[in-house]
């Protein structure tokens, strides 16, 4: 249906609408087409193996040594680890944040 054929559409109250839709329904136009081309691509839009990256930062020394020890120890588990094994991050989670 293209309501910019309407009668309601030609009425003077309507008429900021026209131009805004128009934009829109080429917006969705453009999206269409670039949607069919990446669903019928043989390459995958995400990069799958930085789909689980987790990046490590240097631990922060301000914190309480027992923080800062808790970190080392999930660090050394990340980069023993090979990049498709799970780890479960919670376990290295302090149980009370104060």
């Known amino acids: ?5 309407l009668p309601w559409m ?7 609408l026209k131009e805004p839709l128009l934009l829109y329904a080429n917006n969705l136009l453009n999206q269409r087409v670039i949607t069919a081309r990446n ?6 839009v995400v ?11 240097d631990e922060n020394t ?4 027992e923080v800062v020890k808790e970190f080392r120890i999930l660090t050394k588990t ?7 094994e ?3 991050i919670n ?8």
């Open 1 to 5: 249906m293209n309501y910019i054929e």
């Open 10 to 16: 030609e009425k003077p109250k309507f008429a900021w």
């Open 39 to 44: 669903q019928s691509s043989l390459t995958p």
């Open 47 to 57: 990069d799958e193996e930085k789909a689980g990256y987790i990046e490590i930062l």
């Open 62 to 65: 301000w914190r309480k040594p």
């Open 78 to 84: 990340l980069e023993e680890l090979e990049y498709w």
């Open 86 to 88: 799970p780890v479960n």
């Open 91 to 98: 376990l290295f989670c302090p149980v009370l944040r104060k």
